[in-house]
């Protein structure tokens, strides 16, 4: 059964039950752009309204150091006409609170976004383009595990090898657990309606009886979605599972120094890029559980802005 290592909690970032935005929908959506009126003068609307004084000069964010928090940072040093703004940090659960007050109100908001993501699937929302460029394209979330595992446990290694499933797969089960499910019964339901899905991923393995298990996740809502597919899988299989949420440089630490299995939650090439140099070759790649994922600073699609060249500096 499912056991959580609450002493691991200790170093845990800005917790949150809330599953965060992604009943998420595919970074096509968050591509999208909306261009403002033009007044009787020529000018565009999103030229007029100055969204950064209504929101203070601020870009609501979630846990610090986190990648898509530090590529925001960048992008206020990047462009000059972010000169005066700031990231703020909190939580993906706060994160999410706060976009969704704001859409309420439908109120101005700018938030590090990424997908899958349930918020996509929930509010009409979009990126802003990025010329620069600072938050780069799209992203892999890889599998990675601790070095020795396909010896010791080789049908725990081939079912994390072979996990592979899709964006939209993701968001179902995150939008569900927003919606109000715990993780495991999501993850449970999930399963029940894609059995096909889940026999490639154990295929080729035998049953266990009571194999311990240790997967670590850092706590956004995509993780918590596949860390408890994933796990449950495993639970069916006969493994003794523990998931445990970590920060995000613990959280690669423990799969490097062999402390823990392994983890479906790591982000490249950029999120977690530093992390994966500095524990690269300590640990086993075993390559992309899931394509497609994009990162960057997101807002509802009523804001008539389309870039974060839009924006104006603080004054």
């Not at 996509?120 to 460029?133: G, M, Q, R, S, T």
Request: aromatic share 8%; proline share 3%.
């Amino acid at each position: 059964m499912f056991k959580f290592d609450w002493k691991r909690l200790s170093v845990a970032a800005g917790l949150s039950l809330t599953l965060v935005a992604a009943g998420c929908g595919s970074s096509d959506e968050g591509s999208e752009g909306t261009s403002g009126d033009s007044n009787e003068g020529g000018e565009s609307t999103s030229e007029e309204v100055n969204y950064g004084e209504e929101m203070s000069y601020e870009i609501t964010g979630i846990e610090a150091g986190a990648g898509v928090v530090k590529a925001a940072q960048s992008a206020v040093e990047e462009y000059e006409n972010l000169a005066g703004w700031e990231v703020s940090t909190s939580s993906s659960g706060a994160m999410a609170t706060a976009l969704g007050q704001a859409v309420e109100n439908e109120e101005p908001i700018i938030v590090t976004g990424w997908t899958p993501h349930w918020k996509f699937a929930k509010y009409d929302l979009k990126y802003l383009e990025d010329p620069k460029e600072v938050f780069g394209g799209e992203e892999q979330i890889k599998t990675m595990v601790r070095k020795g595992l396909k010896e010791e446990k080789p049908n725990a290694y081939k079912i994390l090898d072979q996990f592979n499933w899709t964006a939209a797969d993701m968001e179902e089960v995150m939008l569900e657990i927003n919606d109000g499910a715990e993780p495991a019964e999501a993850a449970k339901n999930w399963i029940e309606n894609n059995q096909e899905a889940v026999s490639s991923w154990t295929e080729g393995t035998e049953e266990v009886d009571g194999t311990e298990v240790e997967l670590v996740f850092v706590n956004w809502d995509s993780e918590i979605a596949s860390t408890n597919v994933v796990a449950e899988v495993m639970k069916q299989q006969g493994f003794n599972v523990t998931i445990t949420p970590l920060d995000n440089g613990p959280m690669w630490e423990s799969v490097s120094e062999g402390e823990v299995t392994g983890m479906v939650a790591a982000w490249l090439p950029a999120t977690h890029g530093d992390l994966y140099e500095q524990h690269k070759d300590n640990l086993e790649d075993l390559g992309a559980n899931l394509e497609g994922a994009r990162v960057g600073l997101v807002v509802p699609k009523y804001m008539e802005v389309d870039s974060i060249e839009d924006l104006k500096p603080a004054e």
